[in-house]
């Protein structure tokens, strides 16, 4: 069975390890794909996206180790590109100039929908204050909800749908990143109902945006990995959805370590099945193709 996946980090970004230390564990563990994907807001940059400046080398650093490894693993040069309206895309209007193999589209960056001055103050980089961070520390993630909605998780999380949708209707790239990563720190903190009537319209509607787009979903393992959550992104409700609208699916780790490429992978593939799926997306010189799984 082809082993992949399409969504690593690396110290290039918030990752602990090398790119050359993850191609080697790859290649030990049997992995047939490989795609490096750095925390990307281009032009700008939060502590944890890759600095602007170190673009150049980080295409360098994968274009080498594609050449190195070429009889060992398929490399890909990929970024994990964050979508703030008017700021930053996962687009190749972005990153042409890269000629990445690989866009991952995320919202890791919700603007505040408190009045118009604060959706202007928004408007200018991923650190703004007027932007709630959803995949941050639980303290964080409550503190952007009090200051950006006024304290209403529901407000928060619709807004975080919205963005979703109008990322997958307006930018072209190639797999939508950890689609509900929103349930992270919900857990713990507990500002919004998955069963609520009102959040499962939003997820409907975000899947039917998703098909329409024609756009690959990661099941993600990375909020196993990190202790986070124990199970999978996206939940079993919305993996059905997209099963049911024929929306293609790939598994990827999100690794942010070498130990970590394919961590849960036995329990995204139950989720895949229990959904429905019987194939996963792989890609391969002339593009995306479906396997069996």
Same mark, same amino acid.
């Given at each position: 069975?082809?082993?992949?996946?399409?969504? @690593? #980090?690396?110290?290039?970004?918030?990752?602990?390890? /090398? $790119? &050359?230390?993850? *191609?080697? +564990?790859?290649?030990?563990?049997?992995?047939?794909?490989?795609?490096?994907?750095?925390?990307?807001?281009?032009?700008?940059?939060?502590?944890?996206?890759?600095?602007?400046?170190?673009?150049?080398?980080?295409?360098?650093?994968?274009?080498?180790?594609?050449?190195?490894?070429?009889?060992?693993?398929?490399?890909?040069?990929?970024?994990?590109?964050?979508?703030?309206?008017?700021?930053?895309?996962?687009?190749?209007?972005?990153?042409?100039?890269?000629?990445?193999?690989?866009?991952?589209?995320? @919202? #890791?960056?919700?603007?505040?929908?408190?009045?118009? /001055? $604060? &959706?202007?103050? *928004?408007? +200018?980089?991923?650190?703004?204050?007027?932007?709630?961070?959803?995949?941050?520390?639980?303290?964080?993630v409550a503190r952007g909800i009090e200051a950006c909605f006024a304290g209403d998780g529901r407000r928060a999380v619709e807004s975080y749908w919205a963005a979703v949708r109008d990322m997958v209707s307006t930018c072209r790239f190639d797999i939508v990143?950890?689609?509900?990563?929103?349930?992270?720190?919900?857990?713990?903190?507990?500002?919004?109902?998955?069963?609520?009537?009102?959040?499962?319209?939003?997820?409907?509607?975000?899947?039917?945006?998703?098909?329409?787009?024609?756009?690959?979903?990661?099941?993600?393992?990375?909020?196993?990995?990190?202790?986070?959550?124990?199970?999978?992104?996206?939940?079993?409700?919305?993996?059905?959805?997209?099963?049911?609208?024929?929306?293609?699916?790939?598994?990827?780790?999100?690794?942010?370590?070498?130990?970590?490429?394919?961590?849960?992978?036995?329990?995204?593939?139950?989720?895949?099945?229990?959904?429905?799926?019987?194939?996963?997306?792989?890609?391969?010189?002339?593009?995306?193709?479906?396997?069996?799984?």
């Amino acid at each position: 069975m082809r082993l992949a996946s399409y969504h @690593v #980090h690396t110290n290039h970004c918030d990752g602990n390890d /090398s $790119a &050359r230390a993850m *191609a080697e +564990a790859a290649v030990a563990a049997g992995m047939n794909d490989l795609g490096f994907t750095a925390h990307a807001a281009w032009p700008f940059a939060s502590e944890w996206h890759l600095k602007p400046e170190a673009y150049p080398a980080y295409v360098a650093d994968i274009a080498g180790l594609k050449e190195e490894f070429k009889d060992s693993l398929r490399v890909l040069l990929g970024f994990e590109a964050d979508y703030i309206a008017g700021v930053t895309a996962p687009d190749p209007e972005f990153y042409a100039r890269f000629n990445p193999d690989i866009l991952i589209g995320s @919202v #890791h960056y919700v603007p505040a929908r408190e009045s118009p /001055s $604060a &959706r202007k103050r *928004a408007r +200018a980089t991923p650190e703004n204050p007027g932007l709630w961070a959803v995949d941050a520390p639980a303290d964080e993630v409550a503190r952007g909800i009090e200051a950006c909605f006024a304290g209403d998780g529901r407000r928060a999380v619709e807004s975080y749908w919205a963005a979703v949708r109008d990322m997958v209707s307006t930018c072209r790239f190639d797999i939508v990143g950890h689609l509900d990563v929103i349930r992270k720190r919900n857990g713990s903190l507990k500002f919004f109902d998955e069963s609520a009537a009102w959040y499962r319209r939003e997820i409907k509607e975000t899947v039917k945006a998703i098909a329409r787009s024609g756009k690959i979903v990661e099941i993600n393992t990375g909020g196993i990995a990190r202790k986070a959550i124990d199970s999978v992104y996206p939940s079993d409700e919305i993996l059905s959805l997209l099963n049911g609208e024929g929306v293609p699916i790939t598994i990827n780790s999100d690794a942010h370590s070498a130990g970590d490429l394919t961590c849960a992978y036995n329990l995204a593939r139950a989720a895949a099945r229990r959904a429905g799926y019987s194939t996963l997306s792989f890609r391969d010189e002339s593009g995306w193709v479906q396997e069996l799984f």
